[in-house]
Each structure stands twice: as structure tokens, then as C-alpha cells.
């Protein structure tokens, strides 16, 4: 038995983040990717159908990946683009890395929160973030968004079944690459300080 796979369509997401008035559009990652990223970024944005770049916000880019693996879905990956970010120093992973927690009693959000890193502290008593969490997080989809530091940029990644559920989500991935860009430059990660 043949099973396609559904492929996702980044021009339903431009479409649909479109009418929230939210500015992007496709890239090519041979001529929007800058020569210094292209290396660390192919892995997350050269996919079939191109990549978005975000004109606006937090995010830089978004890039996703087509997965089999108990059913079909997409890999959606938010990249908060950042020259001095190194994925195995492990002073960037206690800054950024953090995955969301949270506990239910009879399909009831009681506790949620961040936990893993200094991001983690700041995600939690974020109340944009935590009134999204309580009021979403019975969705899967919502369930799966992880923070993580990859060379030369922080990704936030998430797990879709269908562009809508993307665009749901986007305000919080969004506030959540603006929690990292301030956070970064709290600590000028990688810059030489003179004394």
C-alpha cells in the first residue's frame, strides 16, 4: 500500500499569515541566505519548496521538513539568526535551550512553564506566553515546541499537521524569538568587551 505524503505549501502559510497583516515572503536559499550561514542554515531552510523570511518580529527565518513516522507531519523551523551562537558550547545551551512543561488533571492545564535555561526563566513569567500555554495547550500541536541553539542562530521548532495550526502558533513562536533577541543582547554573547 502507497502512502503520500501531503506536502506542506509555504504559500498557504504567507497567504494565511498574510491576513493578519504579518510581512513575509518565499526565499531561495541560493540568493537570500547570506554566504557566512549557508553551511549551518542548509539543513533548516533548503527544503523543495523554499523557505519564508520573515520581514518583521523575531523570527528570520522559518524552514520545514515533510516526516513520516507514525503518520505524516511537518517540522517547522524558526531560525533567530545570531553570528556568535556555537551548538556545543554549552554556556549557549544554559542560556537558550528550554522545553515547555506542563501538567493536566482531567484535560485541565494546572502548571505549565519552561524549564532548561535562563530563556526558560524569562519564557515562564512571560504572560502573553502563559496565558497562550493555559488556553492551547490541550493541542498537540502546541505541545511540541521546543527552544534550541544550532550554529549561528537559536531555533524554535515545532510539529504541524496542516499550515493553520502554524499560523495559530505564530504569535507565540514570534514572542518567544523576541524573548531571545532581548536576552541576547542582555548578555552580548560573543562580542569582545574592552576593560
Partial sequence: ???YLPILQIKEIIDLLGLDDIKCRIGKFDSDIPALYKPYYEKWLANRDGFIIMLSG???????EDVV?????HNIYCLVQNQYLVENDLNHQNLLNCKLWYSLA???VKQAGWSGSILAERLTKDERINKFLFQNLK?????TISV???????LIECRIWHPREFVCLYEILDNIALNIQDLLGDVHVGEKINR
Wanted: charged fraction near 20%; include cysteine; proline fraction near 3%.
Fill in 148 to 154: 534550541r541553539v544550532v550554529n549561528l542562530a537559536c
Fill in 69 to 73: 513516522r507514525m503518520g505524516p507531519f
Fill in 139 to 143: 493541542s498537540e500541536v502546541t505541545r
Fill in 106 to 108: 482531567d484535560g485541565i
Fill in 58 to 64: 523575531g523570527i528570520d527565518y522559518i524552514g520545514s
Fill in 1 to 3: 500500500m502507497l502512502v
